[in-house]
């Protein structure tokens, strides 16, 4: 499914970010290409240095001097961007005539990221989801029916993930669909859980697999429905999959544990852990960390998770909370190439997991820190949820 990516740049990308963004195995053991990922680091430092007037300025500030980056302790060490100012400034790496997307992170009020995308980068993107999901066996040929617990579509909107979850329904061709955050006309959306828990035992009586996308929370609203009004069981089509994603942000009091995530879908669903996925991602961050069958989020080949301070920002040991921070040289179009999200979360070595198919470090997210100016679209979403309550 995987396409050439368009050559329009600003210049040529270096052949070192080519190459490494290039690598076919999603997982490789980090000592593996070590070294290409300092030198793709050190020029896509540079390319940002050159082509972003604020990034110029942020590197002299911060003495971010890209042949002083020799090691991965270098790599680290050099200052990241915070996530919440791409929510304030439109920064770019590119001419205006290069962007092929312009995504945004949030939902239809509050704060919004403003991402840009070349077709170097989105193509990379695309590339690394669909390497990771061939690796946990989500690609089929199979025609399936897709619920999307995310915000329905409609012409102008730019909202990043459900940019995504379109793009998770291309690994398996669509039969129907149904998005459970329904379009009600003038850009706003309702949660719609009865017409979710129908369309399930609609496709519950069919023969075609079932995939359910979207954010956590509104599949664990779905089951409580369900349960609430005391509606049997499923056994949705062999071959049907979770994949969730998101968080459960300003419904954190209402999260139960993955495990029991895990437990409700299999008992109310019918889909085992073999066929539910975990992920994790952002606008600001389009790597994807896709979950092994433990429900870890592995650190995929073309990255580097590390947790930072709180005070410091300094990057701290594994097993130490902090702040969630990634450096990847995968993206021409924005100088986000190293990254601080709103996240607190935790990392844990290579070789921790029982999972035989990852030999990479994972993380854990323990929630978002911040106030409510930290908002993403899990929590317009969740806003949704609060304006159904009643009806749960």
């Known amino acids: 499914m995987l396409s050439e990516p368009?050559?329009?740049?600003?210049?040529?990308?270096?052949?070192?970010?080519?190459?490494?963004?290039?690598?076919?195995?999603?997982?490789?053991?980090?000592?593996?290409?070590?070294?290409?990922?300092?030198?793709?680091?050190?020029?896509?430092?540079?390319?940002?240095?050159?082509?972003?007037?604020?990034?110029?300025?942020?590197?002299?500030?911060?003495?971010?001097?890209?042949?002083?980056?020799?090691?991965?302790a270098d790599i680290m060490a050099m200052p990241a961007v915070h996530a919440n100012f791409f929510?304030?400034?439109?920064?770019?790496?590119?001419?205006?005539?290069?962007?092929?997307?312009?995504?945004t992170s949030s939902g239809t009020t509050g704060q919004k990221s403003q991402m840009f995308f070349d077709a170097f980068t989105l193509h990379n993107a695309r590339a690394m989801v669909e390497r990771c999901l061939q690796h946990r066996g989500y690609a089929s040929e199979r025609t399936a029916n897709y619920l999307v617990n995310g915000y329905e579509p409609y012409e102008g909107l730019k909202i990043g993930t459900s940019n995504t979850f379109h793009y998770l329904m291309s690994h398996a061709p669509v039969g129907q669909q149904f998005w459970s955050l329904r379009h009600v006309g003038d850009g706003r959306h309702e949660f719609d859980p009865f017409g979710a828990v129908q369309t399930l035992e609609a496709w519950a009586r069919s023969d075609t697999p079932v995939r359910i996308i979207g954010f956590p929370a509104f599949l664990y609203f779905i089951l409580e429905r369900m349960r609430h009004t005391r509606r049997p069981s499923l056994a949705l089509p062999p071959s049907s999959w979770v994949i969730f994603g998101g968080g459960w942000k300003s419904h954190a009091d209402k999260a139960i544990a993955r495990s029991e995530m895990v437990a409700r879908i299999g008992?109310?669903?019918?889909?085992?852990?073999?066929?539910?996925?975990?992920?994790?991602?952002?606008?600001?961050?389009?790597?994807?960390?896709?979950?092994?069958?433990?429900?870890?989020?592995?650190?995929?080949?073309?990255?580097?998770?590390?947790?930072?301070?709180?005070?410091?920002?300094?990057?701290?040991?594994?097993?130490?909370?902090?702040f969630l921070s990634f450096v990847s040289p995968y993206i021409t179009s924005v100088p986000a190439h190293s990254v601080i999200l709103g996240d607190l979360a935790v990392r844990h070595p290579a070789g921790s997991c029982n999972c035989p198919a990852h030999a990479t470090p994972w993380f854990e997210v323990l929630g978002r820190a911040g106030v409510s100016a930290n908002r993403s679209c899990a929590v317009a979403a969740a806003q949704l949820l609060q304006g159904n309550a009643s009806a749960l």
């Open 87 to 103: 929510k304030a400034h439109e920064i770019r790496s590119i001419p205006e005539s290069a962007v092929i997307a312009h995504l």
């Open 267 to 322: 008992e109310q669903l019918g889909i085992g852990p073999d066929h539910i996925i975990e992920t994790f991602g952002s606008v600001e961050h389009s790597v994807p960390y896709v979950g092994c069958t433990h429900q870890h989020l592995h650190q995929p080949t073309w990255s580097r998770v590390l947790i930072r301070d709180v005070k410091t920002l300094q990057p701290v040991a594994d097993g130490t909370p902090g």
């Open 6 to 72: 368009d050559k329009v740049h600003a210049g040529n990308v270096p052949a070192s970010v080519e190459t490494f963004c290039a690598l076919p195995d999603p997982y490789l053991p980090e000592a593996q290409h070590e070294a290409l990922f300092i030198e793709a680091m050190r020029d896509l430092t540079a390319w940002h240095i050159e082509r972003s007037p604020w990034y110029a300025q942020f590197a002299r500030l911060n003495h971010i001097a890209p042949q002083r980056l020799q090691s991965m």
